[in-house]
């Protein structure tokens, strides 16, 4: 009788095992929860972003230090090529709330050490970027003549669904290109409106040239705060 006992525990504690074991395999498999594009924002959650931003700022004690910060907050954000492995490939920056905030956290850092004392955004200027509409997504490509980028345009795709911008800012005039590949770069901007799209999907950011050109940039907005 005790021997059935045991083994009715043995049994129990095996089955426990197996379920745990089970859960984090799947968890391995799935990965962690997904954070989608932060359209609602709290006041509190926007100081978290400033601090966020601040922070390293601060910390920061060489010229290159703060370069290196600079470089990894584009690249939270970006989609496309990456500007360090290809300079002259189409790449695009998604200027979020958080985005935006984190980087006046570190225009805080910097005024703050010039001023030799501590700057903080208002609540009413943090409420301001809260309330925002627009996802700004500046483009940034190359091309063969200083007015190529003239004229082009960006839409995102969902599925099915195309998303037209807000508005498109008239691309920059051509600058000459110093490495190699097509000889001029150049950029524009675009605005969505945040209750267009959804910012929690799987989206092609499609640029269009006048000449036809067509270039394609996979992001996953999911992994974009």
């Excluded at 049994?11 to 997904?34: D, Y």
């Excluded at 950029?187 to 036809?212: C, I, Q």
Aim: overall charge positive.
């Amino acid at each position: 009788m005790v021997q059935g006992f045991l083994h009715g525990q043995r049994v129990r504690v095996s089955s426990l095992v197996l379920s745990v074991l089970s859960f984090w395999w799947v968890m391995a498999v799935l990965g962690s929860p997904a954070y989608p594009i932060d359209v609602k924002l709290t006041v509190d959650e926007g100081k978290e972003a400033l601090a966020a931003g601040r922070e390293p700022m601060l910390k920061a004690n060489s010229a290159e230090e703060v370069r290196e910060i600079m470089q990894r907050a584009s690249k939270v954000t970006r989609v496309g090529a990456d500007p360090e492995t290809d300079p002259c490939g189409t790449s695009a920056i998604l200027r979020t709330k958080r985005f935006w905030l984190e980087s006046f956290g570190r225009k805080e850092a910097t005024e703050s050490k010039r001023q030799k004392k501590k700057i903080r955004m208002p609540d009413e200027k943090i409420r301001k970027y809260l309330e925002m509409p627009n996802l700004e997504i500046e483009v940034q490509l190359c091309g063969d003549d200083e007015y190529f980028a003239e004229g082009a345009q960006v839409t995102l795709l969902q599925g099915s669904k195309r998303v037209q911008p807000v508005d498109v800012s008239p691309a920059e005039r051509g600058r000459k290109n110093p490495g190699k590949g097509p000889g001029y770069r150049s950029r524009f901007t675009a605005r969505f409106a945040y209750d267009s799209f959804d910012p929690n999907a799987k989206t092609k950011v499609e640029v269009f040239f006048t000449d036809g050109r067509l270039d394609i940039l996979e992001a996953d907005f999911s992994k974009i705060k």
